[in-house]
C-alpha cells in the first residue's frame, strides 16, 4: 500500500507565495515520475508541472515564470513553490506519484490540498 500525502494548502493574499509540499510512503521499489494536478470543482484535472527521477521538469505554459518544482529522491518527496499567485490559481491540487513495483508501474494520487488566492 502506497499513501501519497500533500501539505502547505491555505489562504494567500494575490501577490503571494505558497509551497506545496507531497510525500510518498509505503512500498515501493522506487518512484518514476512525481507531479502536480488542479481541479477546479466540475472539471478534470489538470496538469501543472511534473519531475522525472532524473530532474527534468515540464511545466504549464500558462503557469511556468510563477513556478518550480523540486524532488527528494532520497526522501520520497516533491515540492512545488507557486509566486506571484493570482486568484485564478485558486484549486484543489494534487500531488501524482508514479512508483515501480516489481517492475511494474502504478500511479498513487493524494487526497489533495486547496490553494486560496484572495484578498
Known amino acids: 500500500q502506497v499513501q501519497v500525502v500533500e501539505s502547505g494548502g491555505g489562504l494567500v493574499e494575490p501577490g503571494g507565495s505558497l509551497r506545496l509540499s507531497c510525500a510518498a510512503s509505503g512500498r515501493f521499489d522506487s518512484i518514476n515520475r512525481m507531479a502536480w494536478y488542479r481541479r477546479a470543482p466540475g472539471t478534470e484535472r489538470e496538469s501543472v508541472a511534473l519531475?522525472?527521477?532524473?530532474?527534468?521538469?515540464d511545466y504549464a505554459d500558462s503557469v511556468k515564470v510563477r513556478i518550480t518544482i523540486s524532488r527528494d529522491n532520497g526522501r520520497n518527496t516533491v515540492a512545488m513553490q507557486r509566486n506571484n499567485l493570482k486568484p485564478e490559481d485558486t484549486d484543489v491540487y494534487y500531488c501524482n506519484v508514479a512508483t515501480i513495483t516489481g517492475g511494474r508501474s502504478d500511479d498513487v494520487w493524494g487526497q489533495g490540498t486547496q490553494v486560496t488566492v484572495s484578498s
Open positions: 519531475i522525472t527521477r532524473a530532474g527534468s521538469t
